[in-house]
């Protein structure tokens, strides 16, 4: 939990997430659903992974 707690304190000091690879598992999916829902911008190394386009 203490990581997943300093993700996402990341996450809210972050201008913009930046998903790196083409591989996203549940947790990245989640961090991705937490940006989107602070108003993130959230952009992918490999676009073709993004399920919300």
Do not use: C, N, Q, W
């Not at 930046?18 to 989107?36: C, F, M, N, P, W």
């Amino acid at each position: 939990m203490r990581l997943d707690d300093l993700h996402r304190a990341k996450i809210r000091l972050a201008d913009e997430v930046l998903v790196v690879g083409d591989y996203i598992g549940d947790s990245t999916r989640a961090e991705i659903a937490y940006a989107r829902s602070l108003g993130k911008p959230v952009r992918f190394t490999h676009p073709e992974v993004d399920l919300d386009v």
